[in-house]
């Protein structure tokens, strides 16, 4: 079987709700979503939840950011709550500008005004602000994964794409199922693009992903963390598939459970991609 984009998926604000894309335009940050003409709509993780000292929050510590619905515009970001709360910000607004925390990196961004902090501070039930990553800053990937290859993100965790197989998450509640779970959706882990007609797990093992004039080099394993603990659907919080996971997919050298690959944009910004489109995948070994 041939391999071929099964989905794509963006996340414009961190830890909240995904859309599901027919296609997107690939740039080196990541997947983004178009309109017609082309229209930029939105791009991956280019809005971020922090607390008042400005650190990111995300569904690690509130798991209700899950249900935080995302909508977006040419000229605009649209955020929606259960029960009927709603806020829309313009992309373009000119926000105080602050430095936030993602892990270790401290970046600029542009804070989205107080109707987005107080519908979030009220859902979350915590006092937290709304920002937007500030794009005339670089922040740089790890070069001892990316190499030379120029990457950077802007508030993803370290890399600008996550690539899963759709045998993997076959094999994973193969084994579930053994253990008598219920079988968990692909958004559990949060990818960018899922590949079909791939063996399990055969993402870890390739150096490219190749649809059209893109190319995609998977440079990371991906470790996992409770964030796939937590159902995207009602936001509560379980132990798989990490207990699963655990029994499997252990890395020493990363120190956790690994489960799909982080990756880099090594030629083909500009191009789109889409869904059922073929690819042409290069091994490692």
Not at 25 to 45: I, N, S, Y
Request: glycine share 12%; with cysteine; proline share 6%.
């Amino acid at each position: 079987m041939t391999p071929r984009i099964e989905s794509l998926h963006v996340y414009p604000v961190k830890s909240a709700r995904g859309i599901d894309l027919d296609e997107a335009r690939v740039e080196v940050r990541g997947l983004v979503a178009t309109g017609a003409r082309g229209r930029t709509l939105g791009g991956d993780r280019e809005w971020m939840v922090v607390d008042r000292t400005g650190r990111f929050v995300t569904q690690r510590e509130a798991p209700r950011l899950a249900l935080v619905g995302v909508g977006t515009g040419a000229d605009r970001i649209e955020l929606s709550v259960p029960h009927g709360g709603a806020v829309t910000v313009a992309v373009q607004s000119a926000g105080p500008a602050r430095n936030v925390q993602v892990w270790e990196s401290r970046v600029p961004a542009h804070d989205a005004g107080d109707g987005a902090a107080a519908l979030l501070s009220a859902w979350l039930e915590r006092d937290v602000r709304l920002v937007r990553f500030d794009d005339a800053h670089r922040r740089w990937c790890n070069s001892d994964f990316a190499g030379d290859t120029g990457a950077h993100t802007a508030f993803a965790d370290g890399y600008p794409l996550l690539v899963i197989g759709r045998a993997s998450l076959d094999e994973l509640n193969a084994r579930l199922a053994v253990r008598g779970h219920p079988a968990l959706p692909m958004n559990r882990f949060r990818p960018n693009l899922v590949i079909a007609g791939l063996p399990p797990h055969d993402e870890d093992h390739l150096a490219a992903i190749v649809c059209g004039d893109v190319v995609i080099r998977p440079v990371k394993p991906c470790v996992r963390c409770q964030v796939t603990t937590t159902d995207q659907d009602s936001a509560a919080v379980g132990t798989e598939p990490l207990a699963t996971l655990g029994g499997y997919r252990m890395s020493q050298r990363f120190g956790g459970v690994t489960f799909g690959m982080n990756a880099v944009v090594a030629a083909g910004a500009g191009s789109r991609v889409g869904v059922g489109a073929p690819l042409i995948v290069e091994y490692a070994f």
